[in-house]
C-alpha cells in the first residue's frame, strides 16, 4: 500500500469552480506540503505544514488554500479555478528534524485541468 | 533565489559518466538531489550537509561546494535505470532555518543502449 495518497489523480474542471485536492499519508510524519510542477519549471512549493496547528504559505500560495484536518491529512483547495493553475500537483510528508529539512516522500501526483 | 541547474538535458549511452550541477547565489545550508521518472513522483536521493555529510544512494555520489554555492550530482557508468529528470533542492542559510528547500528546474538525463 502507498505511504502517501492523492485524491483524485485526475481531474478536469472549469474556470470559477472550486476544487480540493487530499492527500493522506500513514507514515506519520508531522510535516506535509503541497507543491505544483509545471514543465519546465521544477517543484514550487505552494503551502506547508509542520503539525496540524502549524500552517505556512510557500512561494506560490495566491489563489490556493489548505486545511490540515488531522497529523495524516492536507488538503489543497482552489477557491475559484483559473486556466493557469492547470498543473501537476504533489503532496509530500517528511519526518520533521528539529528545523532542518529532510528526506520528503512525495505523494503520485494529481494531474488538474482547468478549462 | 531558485537554483540555476546546468545542463537542461543530456543524453548519454549507457556505461557513459554524467555530472549534473547546482548553484545557487545564496549560502546553503544542504542541498538535496530528487530523480523523477516519467510519470511518477520525485524520489529522494541524496542530502548533503554543510560541513561534509552526506546521507544516501549507494551507487550516485555527489559533492558540496559550500564557498562556491554548488552541488554536483556524479552519475558513473550510467545504466538505463538512471534516466529520469534530477532536481536539486537547496537550503538557504537565513540564520536560522526555515526548513524548506527551493527546487531547480531540473536536468532532463537519457540514457540509451
Known amino acids: 500500500d502507498a505511504d502517501v495518497t492523492q485524491t483524485p489523480r485526475n481531474r478536469i474542471t472549469k474556470t470559477g469552480k472550486r476544487i480540493m485536492l487530499e492527500c493522506s499519508q500513514t507514515k506519520g510524519h508531522d510535516r506535509m506540503y503541497w507543491y505544483r510542477q509545471d514543465p519546465g519549471l521544477g517543484l514550487r512549493l505552494i503551502y506547508y505544514s509542520f503539525d496540524v496547528k502549524d500552517i505556512n504559505k510557500g512561494e506560490i500560495s495566491d489563489g490556493y488554500s489548505v486545511s490540515r484536518q488531522a497529523q495524516a491529512k492536507f488538503s489543497l483547495s482552489l477557491e475559484s479555478a483559473i486556466p493557469n493553475q492547470t498543473a501537476l500537483y504533489f503532496c509530500a510528508t517528511s519526518v520533521g528534524t528539529g528545523g532542518r529539512p529532510d528526506t520528503q516522500y512525495f505523494g503520485p501526483g494529481t494531474r488538474l485541468t482547468v478549462l | 533565489q531558485q537554483p540555476v541547474q546546468s545542463p537542461q538535458a543530456v543524453i548519454l549511452r549507457e556505461g557513459e559518466d554524467a555530472v549534473i550541477n547546482c548553484s545557487s547565489s545564496k549560502a546553503l545550508y544542504s542541498v538535496h538531489w530528487y530523480r523523477q521518472k516519467h510519470g511518477e513522483a520525485p524520489v529522494f536521493l541524496m542530502i548533503?550537509?554543510?560541513?561534509?555529510e552526506q546521507k544516501g544512494h549507494e551507487k550516485i555520489s555527489a559533492s558540496f561546494n559550500e564557498k562556491k554555492q554548488q552541488s554536483s550530482l556524479y552519475l558513473t557508468a550510467s545504466q538505463l535505470s538512471y534516466s529520469g529528470t534530477y532536481f536539486c533542492?537547496?537550503?538557504?542559510?537565513?540564520?536560522?532555518?526555515?526548513?524548506?528547500?527551493?527546487f531547480g528546474k531540473g536536468t532532463k538525463l537519457s540514457v540509451k543502449p
Open positions: 533542492g537547496t537550503e538557504m542559510y537565513y540564520g536560522g532555518s526555515q526548513g524548506n528547500l527551493i
Open positions: 548533503l550537509l554543510k560541513g561534509g
